[in-house]
C-alpha cells in the first residue's frame, strides 16, 4: 500500500508522519521528510506510533448506563436530556469540557454548537492546562492570540532561551532541530527552570531561579537593556507602555530569584548582546498562578529591543498537544469566539451570529476549566459532555472533580476508549474514531496547519466526533447548521468566517482555503497562516502593525508575585510536575507501547538527598506525599536535579496504571485570575517514607489484578510488570499470588525464607514461565528489566531474580527505539572507552533513531568522565 502523509498525535511540534497500513489494522510510521516541522524526525513517541494503534481497549460500540446500546438511543438521550437541561436550568447549566486531541473540524462544530445554538459560553478545553496563559500575554501584548515567529527561527538565532520548558523531553524534535542549529552556528543555549533538566545538558547557563520568579528575572533584564543602550527607540514607537513598564520593573527584586548575580549578569550580557535571541516558552511559565504575567514579562523584553517576528528572534511559545492552536482558533476556550474573536465584543458575536445564523450568543465568557468543574461539584452545571480528555486524572485537585463527575446528573463521554478514569464515570459512552482514523486539520505551535488523514477503517461502531456532535445539533432542532456531511464542508465554513475576522482586523484569516474542493482539501500540504488575499504566512509584528485598535503593541507594568501556595511547617516541600520523556498525558495511548513504559516503568518523585536524608528516605523507598487537597505515593529517586525544599513528580499515572500515583490529586485548584490557568507547578506538599509492611515485584505473561496499598504496572514485550507494597501482612503468599495473576491451577515453585520475609513465587506451564512474584520487606532487590523478558520463557532460574552469568542485565531502558539499557550503554562506555554520544550509537545503536535518548547518553558519557577523573 502506498504511504499516507499525516500527523503525529501528541506533541505541538506537529512533526508530520507517513503511514503504510499493513492491512491488517496495522501500520508501519515512519518520520515525513517533507513536512517543514520535522523534515523526517521522529522522537521516541512518534516512532512507537504504530504500537498504539490496535483494537485492545477499544470501545467499540455505545454504552448508556453501562450497558452496550445502538447510536440512535445514545445520541437521542444525549440530544434530549441537553435540551431538556436547558429547557429546565437555561442555556448555563450545560458544559462542554474538550481536548487540544480534537481536530480542528470537531472544535469547530463543538464550539458553534454550544456559543451559537445552545447560546453559553460554557466550552473549555484541557488547553486551559496548557497555555491559556500565553493566549492571555499574547492577547493583552499584541491585540490577538498571535504566535509572531516560527521554528526556521531557532535555526536562524544565536542564542536560545528556554524558559520553564524542557524541550528535550516535551517537544524533543524541535530540540534536535536546535542542537543541529548549535552544532552549525554555535548557538548559545540557556534554560531557565527551577530543575536540572535533560534539556540542561547542553546549555551554555542553566539559571535554576526559584519557583515563579520568572517576572522578577524578566523585569531586571528589561532594566539591564535600558542601562546597556539596547533599547529600539525607533520599534518602541509602535509600544504602549513602555514607562510605566520601566518603572515597575525598577522596583521589582531580582533578589527573589534566588540566583547568583555573577549567573543573572551573565544571562542578562548575553541576552542584551544578541540580537537574535528567541525565547521559547512552555509549561513552567503558563501553569502558574501569575502565568500570563510571566509571559508578558518575555514580551517585554521582546518588545522594548524590537526582536519580534524577525528571522532569528522573537518570543515562541510551545504548546503541549496537537491541536491547541487549532482549539484556539476556532474559540475552544471558554473566554474567545471563534477566529480569534472577541466574546465580549458586540460587533464581533454579531457578526459571527450572523455568519452562523445562530439563534442566540452568549455576551459573557463561560467557565474555565477549574470553574466549571466547581460549578459541576456545586450544582450549577447539570449535564457535561467530556470529549477525549481524562479530567479525573489530570485537573488539579482530582479527586474533588472525580466526586463531581459522579454527582453531575447526566455526564455523556467521547473516547476511544472505556478504559479511562473518567469513562468509567460516565452515564453515556460514545466511541469516537481514533486518531489513525480520523479526517481533517490541526495547527502547530507555529501556526502550521497539517492535515491528519484516516488510513485506517473506523473500528466497530466509532464515529468521527464532528459527525457525533453535528448528529446531536440535529436532534437538538437545528438541522440546517449542523448539515455537514464531511470534514471539508466544515473547513470550508471555517475558513469563510475567519474572512469575516480578517475584515474585523484579526490576525486569523485563512479565507483564501475557503473554497477548497473535495480534492484540494485531500491534497493540502502543511500551510502557516494566515493564508489571506493580503497575506500568506511568514512572521508578524517584523512591521511594527499590531491588533490592537490603534495598531500598537502593549508593554505591561509587572511585579513578581510568589506562588499562591506557601510552604511551612505543616507542608514544607514545593512540588512541581511534568511530563516524562515517552509518556504522554495519562497515558492511554503510550501505555499501550511497551518499548515506550520500557524508559520509567514506575511513578516516582525526585527529591533532593538532603532532603531525603532528613525525613529517612533512601533511594527506591516510597515516599508518601500529601497535600491540602489529597495524597499519593511515589517511588523515591534521590537527585540533586531539585534543589533542597522542591520535589518534581510526573503527571502521567492514573487508575489504569498507578492510583496512587495520581499527582493531580494533590495540586491545588489555584488559578492564574487573568487566563484561569492552574498553578500545576508549585503546589505544596508534605513528605514522609511510606512504611510498608511488605515489598513486591511481578512479571507475568497475562494482565496482573493487584489489591494492595500501592501498585504501579506496565506492559512489556513479553507480557506485564509491576511494583507492589502492602500495609497489612499477608498470611497466604501462595493464595494471594494465584489470585493476582489469575492462575487457579498452574504448577507453582515456591522458594520461602519466614525469618527474612523473602517469598519468591514463580508458576509455569509445559515448562514455561506465565508469572513470578518476588516478595521482601525491604523494597525488592532482583533485576527487573532482566525478569520482565523472561514470562514465555524456560527461565529454569527465574527464582534467583538474577541473571545468569552468561547474560548480563540491560538495565532501565534508556533506548526505546533499539531497546537499550542504562547498564548495556555504561558496559559499552567502560570497555570500549567510548567518549562521545556518536561513539555509543555506532557501538550499539542507542541513539542512532529518533533521538530523544541523546542527552541521557550524554549524561552517561559525563558521570562516566566525571568518575574516572576524580578516581
Ligand atoms: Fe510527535 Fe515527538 Fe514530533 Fe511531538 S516531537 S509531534 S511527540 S514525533
Given at each position: 500500500?502506498?504511504?499516507?502523509?499525516?500527523?503525529?498525535?501528541?506533541?505541538?511540534?506537529?512533526?508530520?508522519?507517513?503511514?503504510?497500513?499493513?492491512?491488517?489494522?496495522?501500520l508501519?510510521v515512519r518520520?515525513?521528510?517533507?513536512h517543514p516541522?520535522?523534515?523526517?524526525?521522529?522522537?521516541?513517541k512518534?516512532t512507537a506510533?504504530?504500537?498504539?494503534?490496535?483494537?485492545?481497549?477499544?470501545?467499540?460500540a455505545?454504552?448508556?448506563a453501562?450497558?452496550?446500546?445502538?447510536?440512535?438511543?445514545?445520541?437521542?438521550l444525549?440530544a434530549?436530556?441537553l435540551s431538556?437541561?436547558?429547557?429546565?436550568?437555561?442555556?448555563d447549566?450545560?458544559?462542554?469540557?474538550?481536548?487540544g486531541?480534537?481536530?480542528?473540524e470537531?472544535?469547530?462544530v463543538?464550539?458553534?454548537?454550544?456559543?451559537?445554538?445552545?447560546g453559553?459560553?460554557n466550552?473549555d478545553?484541557n488547553?486551559?492546562?496548557?497555555?491559556?496563559?500565553t493566549?492571555?500575554?499574547?492577547?493583552?501584548?499584541?491585540?490577538?492570540?498571535t504566535?509572531p515567529?516560527t521554528?526556521?527561527?531557532?535555526?536562524e538565532?544565536d542564542?536560545?532561551?528556554?524558559?520553564?520548558s524542557?524541550?528535550?523531553?516535551?517537544?524533543?524534535?524541535?530540540?534536535?532541530?536546535?542542537?543541529?542549529?548549535?552544532s552549525?552556528?554555535?548557538?548559545?543555549?540557556?534554560?531557565?527552570?527551577?530543575?536540572?533538566?535533560?534539556?540542561c545538558d547542553?546549555?551554555?547557563?542553566?539559571?535554576?531561579?526559584?519557583p515563579g520568579?520568572d517576572?522578577?528575572?524578566?523585569?531586571?533584564?528589561?532594566?539591564?537593556?535600558?542601562?546597556?543602550?539596547?533599547?529600539?527607540?525607533?520599534?518602541?514607537?509602535?509600544?504602549?507602555?513602555?514607562?510605566?513598564a520601566?518603572?515597575?520593573?525598577?522596583?521589582?527584586?531580582?533578589?527573589?530569584t534566588?540566583?547568583?548575580?555573577?549567573?543573572?549578569e551573565?544571562?542578562?550580557?548575553?541576552?542584551?548582546?544578541?540580537?537574535?535571541?528567541?525565547?521559547v516558552?512552555?509549561q513552567?511559565?503558563?501553569?502558574?498562578?501569575?502565568g500570563?504575567?510571566?509571559?508578558?514579562?518575555?514580551?517585554?523584553?521582546?518588545?522594548a529591543?524590537g526582536r519580534?517576528?524577525?528571522?532569528?528572534?522573537?518570543?515562541?511559545s510551545?504548546?503541549?498537544?496537537p491541536?491547541?492552536m487549532?482549539?484556539r482558533?476556532?474559540?475552544?476556550?471558554?473566554?474567545m469566539l471563534?477566529?480569534?474573536l472577541?466574546i465580549?465584543n458586540?460587533?464581533?458575536?454579531a457578526?459571527?451570529?450572523?455568519?452562523w445564523n445562530?439563534?442566540?450568543m452568549?455576551?459573557?465568557?463561560?467557565?474555565?476549566a477549574?470553574?466549571m468543574?466547581?460549578a459541576?461539584?456545586?450544582?450549577?452545571?447539570?449535564?457535561?459532555w467530556?470529549?477525549?480528555t481524562?479530567?479525573?486524572?489530570?485537573?488539579?485537585?482530582?479527586?474533588?472533580?472525580?466526586?463531581?463527575?459522579v454527582?453531575?446528573?447526566?455526564?455523556v463521554?467521547?473516547?476511544?476508549t472505556?478504559q479511562?478514569?473518567?469513562?468509567?464515570?460516565?452515564?453515556?459512552?460514545l466511541?469516537?474514531?481514533?486518531w489513525?482514523e480520523?479526517?481533517?486539520?490541526?495547527t502547530?505551535?507555529?501556526?502550521?496547519?497539517?492535515r491528519?488523514?484516516?488510513?485506517?477503517?473506523a473500528?466497530g461502531?466509532?464515529?468521527?466526533d464532528?459527525?457525533i456532535l453535528?448528529?446531536?445539533?440535529r436532534?437538538?432542532?437545528?438541522?440546517?447548521a449542523f448539515?455537514y456531511?464531511?470534514?471539508v464542508?466544515?473547513f470550508?465554513?471555517?475558513?469563510?468566517?475567519?474572512?469575516?475576522a480578517?475584515?474585523?482586523?484579526?490576525?486569523?484569516?485563512?479565507?483564501?482555503?475557503?473554497?477548497?474542493?473535495?480534492?484540494?482539501?485531500t491534497?493540502?500540504?502543511?500551510?502557516?497562516?494566515?493564508?489571506?488575499?493580503?497575506r500568506q504566512?511568514?512572521r508578524?509584528?517584523?512591521?511594527?502593525?499590531?491588533f490592537?485598535a490603534?495598531?500598537?503593541?502593549?508593554?505591561?507594568?509587572?511585579t513578581?508575585?510568589?506562588?499562591?501556595?506557601?510552604t511551612?511547617?505543616?507542608?514544607?516541600?514545593?512540588l512541581?510536575?511534568?511530563r516524562?520523556?515517552?509518556?504522554?498525558?495519562?497515558?492511554?495511548?503510550t501505555?499501550?507501547?511497551?518499548?515506550?513504559?520500557?524508559?520509567?516503568?514506575?511513578?516516582?518523585?525526585?527529591?533532593?538527598?538532603?532532603?531525603?536524608r532528613?525525613?529517612g528516605?533512601?533511594?527506591?523507598?516510597?515516599?508518601?506525599?500529601?497535600s491540602?487537597?489529597?495524597?499519593?505515593?511515589?517511588?523515591?529517586?534521590?537527585?540533586?536535579?531539585?534543589?533542597?525544599?522542591?520535589i518534581?513528580?510526573p503527571?502521567?499515572?492514573t487508575?489504569?496504571?498507578?492510583?496512587s500515583g495520581?499527582?493531580?490529586?494533590?495540586?491545588?485548584p489555584?488559578?492564574?485570575?487573568?487566563?484561569?490557568q492552574?498553578?500545576?507547578?508549585?503546589?505544596v506538599?508534605?513528605?514522609?517514607?511510606?512504611d510498608a509492611?511488605w515489598?513486591?515485584f511481578?512479571?507475568?505473561?497475562?494482565?496482573?489484578?493487584?489489591?494492595?496499598?500501592?501498585w504501579?504496572?506496565?506492559?512489556?514485550?513479553?507480557?506485564?510488570?509491576?511494583e507492589l507494597?502492602?500495609?497489612?501482612e499477608?498470611d497466604?503468599?501462595?493464595?494471594?499470588a494465584?489470585r493476582?495473576?489469575?492462575?487457579p491451577d498452574?504448577e507453582?515453585?515456591i522458594?520461602?525464607d519466614?525469618a527474612?520475609?523473602?517469598?519468591?513465587?514463580?508458576f509455569?506451564?509445559?515448562?514455561?514461565?506465565?508469572?513470578?512474584?518476588?516478595?521482601?520487606r525491604?523494597?525488592?532487590?532482583?533485576?527487573?528489566?532482566y525478569?520482565?523478558?523472561?514470562?514465555?520463557?524456560?527461565a529454569?532460574?527465574?527464582?534467583?531474580?538474577?541473571?545468569?552469568?552468561?547474560?548480563p542485565?540491560p538495565?532501565?531502558?534508556?533506548c526505546?527505539?533499539f531497546?537499550?539499557?542504562?547498564?548495556?550503554?555504561?558496559?559499552?562506555i567502560e570497555?570500549?572507552?567510548?567518549?562521545?554520544?556518536?561513539?555509543v550509537?555506532?557501538?550499539?545503536?542507542?541513539?542512532?533513531?529518533?533521538?530523544?535518548c541523546?542527552?541521557?547518553?550524554a549524561?552517561?558519557l559525563a558521570?562516566?568522565?566525571?568518575?574516572?577523573?576524580?578516581e
Open positions: 500500500m502506498p504511504e499516507t502523509c499525516s500527523t503525529c498525535p501528541y506533541c505541538g511540534v506537529g512533526c508530520g508522519v507517513l503511514l503504510r497500513p499493513d492491512g491488517a489494522g496495522g508501519a518520520g515525513d521528510p517533507d516541522a520535522n523534515f523526517g524526525k521522529l522522537c521516541s512518534g506510533l504504530a504500537d498504539t494503534v490496535g483494537l485492545g481497549g477499544r470501545l467499540l455505545p454504552q448508556i453501562g450497558r452496550t446500546t445502538d447510536w440512535d438511543d445514545a445520541l437521542q444525549v434530549d436530556r431538556d437541561t436547558i429547557a429546565q436550568h437555561g442555556p447549566s450545560v458544559a462542554f469540557y474538550v481536548s486531541q480534537l481536530l480542528t470537531d472544535y469547530y463543538a464550539n458553534k454548537l454550544m456559543k451559537g445554538f445552545i453559553s459560553a466550552i478545553t488547553s486551559r492546562l496548557c497555555m491559556a496563559s493566549v492571555a500575554g499574547h492577547r493583552r501584548a499584541f491585540g490577538t492570540d504566535v515567529g521554528y526556521e527561527d531557532l535555526d538565532a542564542l536560545v532561551v528556554l524558559v520553564g524542557n524541550l528535550a523531553w516535551c517537544h524533543p524534535v524541535l530540540y534536535r532541530r536546535l542542537l543541529d542549529a548549535r552549525r552556528r554555535g548557538t548559545k543555549i540557556v534554560v531557565i527552570d527551577p530543575r536540572r533538566t535533560a534539556s547542553q546549555a551554555d547557563l542553566h539559571l535554576a531561579l526559584k520568579s517576572v522578577a528575572l524578566f523585569n531586571h533584564l528589561l532594566t539591564r537593556v535600558e542601562d546597556k543602550g539596547a533599547l529600539d527607540r525607533a520599534f518602541l514607537q509602535n509600544v504602549v507602555g513602555f514607562d510605566e520601566m518603572l515597575a520593573a525598577g522596583l521589582d527584586d531580582v533578589a527573589m534566588g540566583l547568583q548575580p555573577a549567573d543573572i551573565a544571562f542578562c550580557d548575553l541576552w542584551v548582546s544578541t540580537k537574535r535571541v528567541v525565547t516558552f512552555s513552567g511559565v503558563n501553569q502558574s498562578s501569575s500570563s504575567d510571566k509571559v508578558n514579562a518575555i514580551l517585554n523584553c521582546h518588545l529591543t519580534v517576528g524577525k528571522p532569528g528572534a522573537g518570543p515562541l510551545v504548546t503541549g498537544q491541536n491547541a487549532g482549539g482558533e476556532v474559540g475552544g476556550l471558554a473566554n471563534a477566529c480569534h472577541d465580549e458586540a460587533e464581533h458575536s457578526a459571527v451570529q450572523g455568519f445562530a439563534p442566540t452568549p455576551g459573557a465568557q463561560g467557565l474555565k477549574v470553574d468543574f466547581d459541576v461539584a456545586d450544582g450549577q452545571i447539570k449535564a457535561l467530556i470529549i477525549h481524562n479530567p479525573a486524572v489530570s485537573m488539579p485537585n482530582a479527586r474533588k472533580v472525580r466526586e463531581a463527575i454527582n453531575c446528573p447526566f455526564t463521554v467521547s473516547d476511544i472505556a479511562t478514569d473518567t469513562a468509567r464515570l460516565a452515564d453515556v459512552l466511541p469516537a474514531t481514533a489513525a480520523k479526517d481533517g486539520t490541526v502547530n505551535s507555529d501556526r502550521m496547519i497539517s491528519q488523514r484516516a488510513v485506517l477503517d473500528p461502531q466509532a464515529r468521527p464532528w459527525d453535528a448528529e446531536v445539533g436532534r437538538m432542532g437545528w438541522s440546517a448539515d456531511q464531511s470534514p464542508e466544515i470550508r465554513e471555517h475558513a469563510a468566517l475567519s474572512g469575516v480578517g475584515r474585523l482586523g484579526r490576525d486569523f484569516d485563512i479565507s483564501s482555503l475557503r473554497d477548497l474542493t473535495s480534492q484540494e482539501y491534497a493540502l500540504k502543511p500551510t502557516r497562516w494566515p493564508i489571506s488575499a493580503t504566512g511568514g508578524f509584528f517584523g512591521d511594527g502593525a499590531f490592537h490603534d495598531g500598537k503593541a502593549r508593554m505591561l507594568p509587572l513578581c508575585k510568589s506562588p499562591a501556595a506557601k511551612g511547617p505543616r507542608y514544607p516541600y514545593r512541581n510536575t511534568g516524562i520523556r515517552d509518556q504522554w498525558h495519562t497515558m492511554t495511548r501505555a499501550l507501547s511497551p518499548r515506550l513504559s520500557a524508559h520509567l516503568a514506575e511513578p516516582f518523585v525526585e527529591i533532593h538527598p538532603t532532603d531525603a532528613s525525613i528516605i533512601t533511594a527506591a523507598d516510597l515516599v508518601r506525599l500529601k491540602p487537597q489529597g495524597s499519593a505515593i511515589l517511588r523515591a529517586v534521590l537527585s540533586d536535579a531539585v534543589t533542597p525544599g522542591q518534581f513528580a503527571i502521567h499515572w487508575g489504569e496504571t498507578a492510583p495520581r499527582i493531580d490529586d494533590l495540586v491545588a489555584i488559578t492564574d485570575p487573568v487566563s484561569g492552574p498553578e500545576s507547578k508549585a503546589s506538599v508534605s513528605a514522609e517514607r511510606f509492611a515489598y513486591g511481578a512479571v507475568s505473561s497475562g494482565p496482573l489484578l493487584p489489591e494492595c496499598s500501592y504501579a504496572r506496565s506492559r512489556t514485550q513479553h507480557g506485564w510488570r509491576a507494597a502492602g500495609l497489612n499477608v497466604d503468599w501462595h493464595h494471594e494465584r493476582l495473576f489469575g492462575l498452574a507453582v515453585l522458594f520461602e519466614k527474612r520475609g523473602d517469598v519468591r513465587l514463580a509455569m506451564q509445559d515448562d514455561r514461565l506465565l508469572a513470578a512474584l518476588f516478595v521482601a525491604r523494597p525488592v532487590a532482583v533485576m527487573r528489566d525478569l520482565a523478558t523472561l514470562p514465555g520463557d524456560g529454569p532460574d527465574v527464582l534467583t531474580g538474577r541473571t545468569p552469568a552468561d547474560r542485565d538495565g532501565p531502558t534508556l526505546a527505539c531497546g537499550v539499557g542504562v547498564n548495556t550503554i555504561l558496559t559499552a570497555t570500549g572507552q567510548l567518549t562521545t554520544v556518536e561513539a550509537g555506532q557501538s550499539l545503536n542507542a541513539g542512532t533513531n529518533c533521538g530523544s541523546r542527552p541521557e547518553i549524561a552517561l558521570r562516566t568522565m566525571h568518575r574516572e577523573a576524580a
